[in-house]
C-alpha cells in the first residue's frame, strides 16, 4: 500500500513536469526556428557606408581543422563555394594535423579556381603549438583572428564553420540576411547530424532533443530571458560582440565553447538566435557506439560543472522524468491500478508527443517516440561513465588531444 502510494506520488510530481515541459518550457520541442528563404535583391538591407559597394556586409570565415583529411574537400569546398553577393574571404587554420588537410585544402581552392574560373579569395594558415590553458579549437580560432588583424583585413562579421560541416550555397547570404534583418550580434545554426547508421539512428535524435530541453531555442531568441547558447558547427559574430567579450580568449579553456559564447554575447546585451540549420549538414559518420558514447561523455559531466552533487540530481531528475512513467504505466496496468496507469500513461505520451518533432526531421518512424526511455538509460549511463572518468582522473579528449581540467 506504501509503494503505490509513493509511486503514485512521484507519477503525479512527473506529469505535472512532463505538463510544464510540454506547454510552458520555451515550447522547446516544436522546431519552429528557421532561416528564411534566400531574398531578392530588392529585399536586401538598405545600402551602409560602412559595408563594401554591394551593401552588404563583408565576411571572414574561419575553419579550424585538425586532422580532417577525408572531410575538408567537401567541407572547405562548401565554405569557399558560397554563393555571397558582398567581400567574403575564406581562411582555413590547420591546427597541427597530421594527415594532409592543408594539402587537400589547398587543392580544394586551386579545383574551385579551375571550375568556376573565378580568383577564389581563401588562405590557409598553420596554428603554432597549442598554448597552456586553451582547446585546440578555440586556438585555432584566436590564431585565425590574430592572423587576420595583423593583416588587417576588413571584416563586419566572422563565419564559424566546423571542418566536418557541408554547406548549401546560399547559407551564408541567408545568415548575413537574418542578422542585419534583426539586428542580431550572433546568428548560429544546429546543423543536421549524420543518422544513417543503428546506433545514430538510436542516439542521434535524443541527443538533439535533450539539447533543445536544455537550451530552449525559444529562450536563446529572446532578449529578455537570461538563457544564452549557439551550436558550434555553425556560427555568424559580428566583430565588435567578439570584440566586445575580449575574443576567443573569454572562453579559451571551454570545452563546451559554442554554448560559452553565446552566453558571453548575450551577456554582453547583444541579441543573439540559434535555430535549425537543414541547409548544413555534418558529415562526420558514427557507424559504431563507440563515438557516439564519447561524444557524449566528452562533455557530459563538464555541463554539470564536476559536481557530483549535480550528478545526482541530473540522474534522479532524468529516471523521474523517463523512467518513473513507464513504471508507473506497467505497474498500474499489471495491478489494474487505474490512476497510477493513467498517471504514467498521460507522461509517457507527452514525452512522446515532444519527441515526435525531433524524430521526423530525422526521418525516423512515430513509434519511436515510445523508446525514448530506453536512450534516456542510455545517457544517464554516457554521463555517470564521464564522472567516473573524471574520478579516475581521466580527462576528456579531441582528435587525439587529452584536455585537463
Given at each position: 500500500?506504501?509503494?503505490?502510494?509513493?509511486?503514485?506520488?512521484?507519477?503525479?510530481?512527473?506529469?505535472?513536469?512532463?505538463?510544464?515541459?510540454?506547454?510552458?518550457?520555451?515550447?522547446?520541442?516544436?522546431?519552429?526556428?528557421?532561416?528564411?528563404?534566400?531574398?531578392?535583391?530588392?529585399?536586401?538591407?538598405?545600402?551602409?557606408?560602412?559595408?563594401?559597394?554591394?551593401?552588404q556586409?563583408?565576411?571572414?570565415?574561419?575553419s579550424?581543422?585538425?586532422?580532417?583529411?577525408?572531410?575538408?574537400?567537401?567541407?572547405?569546398?562548401?565554405?569557399?563555394?558560397?554563393?555571397?553577393?558582398?567581400?567574403?574571404?575564406?581562411?582555413?587554420?590547420?591546427?597541427?594535423?597530421?594527415?594532409?588537410?592543408?594539402?587537400?585544402a589547398?587543392?580544394?581552392?586551386?579545383?574551385?579556381?579551375?571550375?568556376?574560373?573565378v580568383?577564389?579569395?581563401a588562405?590557409i594558415?598553420?596554428?603554432?603549438?597549442?598554448?597552456?590553458?586553451?582547446?585546440?579549437?578555440?586556438?585555432a580560432?584566436?590564431?585565425?583572428?590574430?592572423?587576420?588583424?595583423?593583416?588587417?583585413?576588413?571584416?563586419?562579421?566572422?563565419?564559424?564553420?566546423?571542418?566536418?560541416?557541408?554547406?548549401?550555397?546560399?547559407?551564408l547570404?541567408?545568415?548575413?540576411?537574418?542578422?542585419?534583418?534583426?539586428d542580431?550580434?550572433?546568428?548560429?545554426?544546429?546543423?543536421?547530424?549524420?543518422?544513417?547508421?543503428?546506433?545514430?539512428?538510436?542516439?542521434?535524435?535524443?541527443?538533439?532533443?535533450?539539447?533543445?530541453?536544455?537550451?530552449?531555442?525559444?529562450?536563446?531568441?529572446?532578449?529578455?530571458?537570461?538563457?544564452?547558447?549557439a551550436?558550434?558547427?555553425?556560427?555568424?559574430?559580428?566583430?565588435?560582440a567578439?570584440?566586445a567579450?575580449?575574443?576567443?580568449?573569454?572562453?579559451?579553456?571551454?570545452?563546451?565553447?559554442?554554448?560559452e559564447?553565446g552566453?558571453?554575447?548575450?551577456?554582453?546585451?547583444?541579441?543573439?538566435?540559434?535555430?535549425?540549420?537543414?541547409?548544413?549538414?555534418?558529415?562526420?559518420?558514427?557507424?559504431?557506439l563507440?563515438?557516439?558514447?564519447?561524444?557524449?561523455?566528452?562533455?557530459?559531466?563538464v555541463?554539470?560543472?564536476?559536481?557530483?552533487?549535480?550528478?545526482?540530481?541530473?540522474?534522479?531528475?532524468?529516471?523521474?522524468?523517463?523512467?518513473?512513467?513507464v513504471?508507473?504505466?506497467?505497474?498500474?496496468?499489471?495491478?489494474?491500478?487505474?490512476?497510477l496507469?493513467?498517471?504514467?500513461?498521460?507522461?509517457?505520451?507527452?514525452?512522446?508527443?515532444?519527441?515526435?518533432p525531433?524524430?521526423?526531421?530525422?526521418?525516423?518512424?512515430?513509434?519511436?517516440?515510445?523508446?525514448l526511455p530506453l536512450?534516456?538509460?542510455?545517457?544517464?549511463?554516457?554521463?555517470?561513465?564521464?564522472?567516473?572518468?573524471?574520478?579516475?582522473?581521466?580527462?576528456?579528449?579531441?582528435?587525439?588531444?587529452?584536455?585537463?581540467?
Amino acid at each position: 500500500m506504501a509503494a503505490n502510494l509513493i509511486l503514485t506520488a512521484l507519477a503525479s510530481i512527473c506529469l505535472i513536469i512532463w505538463l510544464y515541459l510540454t506547454f510552458a518550457h520555451c515550447g522547446f520541442w516544436k522546431r519552429r526556428e528557421f532561416l528564411a528563404p534566400s531574398r531578392a535583391n530588392h529585399d536586401k538591407p538598405q545600402h551602409d557606408p560602412s559595408k563594401d559597394n554591394h551593401g552588404q556586409a563583408a565576411i571572414i570565415s574561419l575553419s579550424p581543422a585538425r586532422n580532417e583529411a577525408e572531410l575538408i574537400a567537401q567541407s572547405f569546398g562548401s565554405v569557399i563555394g558560397q554563393a555571397y553577393t558582398g567581400t567574403f574571404q575564406s581562411l582555413l587554420i590547420d591546427d597541427s594535423s597530421t594527415d594532409d588537410t592543408a594539402k587537400y585544402a589547398h587543392e580544394t581552392i586551386l579545383a574551385h579556381q579551375r571550375r568556376d574560373e573565378v580568383q577564389i579569395h581563401a588562405e590557409i594558415i598553420q596554428a603554432p603549438e597549442l598554448a597552456s590553458g586553451w582547446s585546440g579549437k578555440l586556438w585555432a580560432l584566436q590564431t585565425g583572428l590574430d592572423h587576420v588583424t595583423l593583416k588587417k583585413a576588413s571584416a563586419d562579421y566572422y563565419w564559424l564553420s566546423d571542418a566536418d560541416i557541408h554547406h548549401e550555397p546560399d547559407v551564408l547570404q541567408r545568415l548575413v540576411n537574418h542578422a542585419q534583418t534583426n539586428d542580431l550580434a550572433l546568428v548560429s545554426l544546429m546543423v543536421v547530424l549524420n543518422c544513417n547508421s543503428w546506433w545514430e539512428k538510436r542516439i542521434i535524435p535524443a541527443f538533439i532533443y535533450f539539447f533543445q530541453l536544455l537550451y530552449p531555442f525559444a529562450a536563446i531568441n529572446n532578449p529578455r530571458n537570461k538563457i544564452g547558447g549557439a551550436a558550434g558547427g555553425c556560427i555568424l559574430i559580428r566583430r565588435d560582440a567578439l570584440e566586445a567579450i575580449g575574443g576567443f580568449h573569454a572562453i579559451k579553456d571551454k570545452l563546451i565553447d559554442d554554448c560559452e559564447l553565446g552566453k558571453a554575447v548575450k551577456s554582453k546585451g547583444y541579441n543573439i538566435w540559434l535555430g535549425h540549420g537543414m541547409e548544413s549538414t555534418s558529415l562526420r559518420e558514427s557507424s559504431g557506439l563507440s563515438p557516439l558514447w564519447n561524444m557524449v561523455t566528452r562533455t557530459a559531466f563538464v555541463q554539470l560543472n564536476h559536481s557530483y552533487i549535480y550528478l545526482f540530481f541530473s540522474i534522479f531528475g532524468m529516471a523521474l522524468l523517463y523512467i518513473c512513467p513507464v513504471f508507473a504505466f506497467i505497474f498500474g496496468s499489471f495491478y489494474g491500478e487505474l490512476l497510477l496507469m493513467a498517471l504514467g500513461g498521460a507522461s509517457w505520451a507527452l514525452m512522446a508527443i515532444t519527441f515526435w518533432p525531433t524524430l521526423k526531421a530525422y526521418k525516423r518512424r512515430w513509434p519511436e517516440s515510445f523508446l525514448l526511455p530506453l536512450t534516456a538509460i542510455g545517457f544517464m549511463a554516457m554521463t555517470l561513465h564521464a564522472a567516473w572518468l573524471h574520478f579516475k582522473g581521466s580527462h576528456s579528449g579531441w582528435h587525439d588531444r587529452i584536455y585537463v581540467k
